[in-house]
Structure formats: C-alpha cells, structure tokens
Nanobody, 120 residues
Framework: QVQLVESGGGLVQVGGSLRLSCAAS????????MGWFRQAPGKGREFVAA?????YYADSVKGRFTISRDNAKNTVYLRMNSLKPEDTAVYYC????????????????WGQGTQVTVSS
C-alpha cells in the first residue's frame, strides 16, 4: 500500500506560480513512478507529468511545469509557472508500480487531490 497526501494548491493569478507537494508513505518510494494528473470540471482526468528515472510531460505543460522528487523525504513536487486559466483543475498525485507513466490505468494509488484555480 502507498498513501499519498497532496498540498500546495490555491488561487493564483494568470502568469503566477505554485508548487504542489505530494508526500508518500507505505512502501519503498524511490523505484516507483510518481505522476500528477488533473481534472477540470466536466472533464476527464488527464496526465500532467510523471517521474521515475526520467521525467515525462504533457504537451500542454511542457516548458512551464517541472516535476521533481526528493527520495529522502518521500516527496514529489510539481512546480507550475506561467499559469493559465486552463490550468484550473483538481490536481492529483498518483503512484504506479508498472506500466506507462502516461496512462491513468497504470496508477494504483491516488491522493485526495488539491484544487488549483487560476484567475484572470
């Protein structure tokens, strides 16, 4: 079992920045894929970024978002810069033991989500 707790969401203006954190517990952290997904109202959950030995990004956030991890703290981060209104969503942290980091179905463990709202 893996428990995930997100934090760091909030309200920010267009062009602003936020850093999300996801604290993991329950098993060895360093060798599993950690990902971020988001879900906007009325839409499905979409891939944002993931990290294992390398990083993966959705095209919509490439160059603006940065995923990183601190294995000593069992924490993964998502730094979000140049935020746009279309980035508004609930952001979920997830952990995958196997499978493609891009696919929702690869992830077995999910956090409760944290709201990010970008106001114009």
């Amino acid at each position: 079992q893996v428990q995930l707790v997100e934090s760091g969401g909030g309200l920010v203006q267009v062009g602003g920045s936020l850093r999300l954190s996801c604290a993991a517990s329950g098993r060895t952290f360093s060798n599993i894929v950690m990902g971020w997904f988001r879900q906007a109202p009325g839409k499905g959950r979409e891939f944002v970024a993931a990290i294992q030995w390398t990083t993966y990004y959705a095209d919509s956030v490439k160059g603006r978002f940065t995923i990183s991890r601190d294995n000593a703290k069992n924490t993964v981060y998502l730094r979000m810069n140049s935020l746009k209104p279309e980035d508004t969503a609930v952001y979920y942290c997830a952990a995958a033991i196997a499978g493609s980091p891009y696919y929702y179905s690869s992830y077995s463990y999910w956090g409760q989500g944290t709201q990010v709202t970008v106001s114009s």
